[in-house]
């Protein structure tokens, strides 16, 4: 299967080119307020791609039972908040077990390949209560223009985009970094998807679209189709 996204530098790297060392430095933002508003107080999340813990530490911490899902080792060993660590594609993923809240963030599912997307989806379809919600964060429209120019500076950490493409609904990212004199470069390939798009892919996996969760739009809220 072709590779989607890849990078280097500085520290541990994962097998798509994310820099361990700059993602335990993400903070969540409005999103944890957003999740919070799907789970029963004390329910349980599934956290699926948790990366270092950017989500999974808050709602531990906020009296979830949380399980952080990642491949990658260096990743789940920044995870500190008390979430229950599991090393695992998603796609494989089967823990036999569902959870009040599924959360696929990180615009995982703008992946170009739609095996992969629809691995994704059946992973989060297996594992979430009837009356559960799947929490699914993916790109807004702005991804489809020229960031070329995109640059910012926050906390010492400097981004700017080296390289754009795109093709239709693809679009080919090259992003650096630099911080406190560490480099990193990332590339990654991502298909847009509208709500026309993200509708029969849910569907085809017994997941329905409810809704957007946030004004942006990013987070869709999928539910168990109700004829399985």
Known sequence: MAKFAYGAGDGAITDDGCAVELYRRLE??????????????GGSILDLG?????????????????????????MLAEIRGGASCVRSTIEALDLGARFDVVLLSSYLLNTPASESRAGLLR?????LKPSGA????VRGPGILQDLSDFEREVDGVRDWVDAYHRDGPLVTITMRTEWEGRRWVQTFIQRYLDEADLRPELAAQGLRFERWLDAAPEWIVAGIAENI
């Open 50 to 74: 948790a990366g270092a813990g950017r989500l999974a530490d808050p709602l531990s911490a906020a009296g979830f039972v949380v399980t952080a899902v990642d491949q990658s080792a260096d």
């Open 28 to 41: 969540a933002g409005d999103e944890i307020d957003l999740i919070r508003s799907l789970a029963p107080a």
């Open 123 to 127: 992973a989060c379809a297996r594992h």
């Open 134 to 137: 799947a929490a699914i964060q």
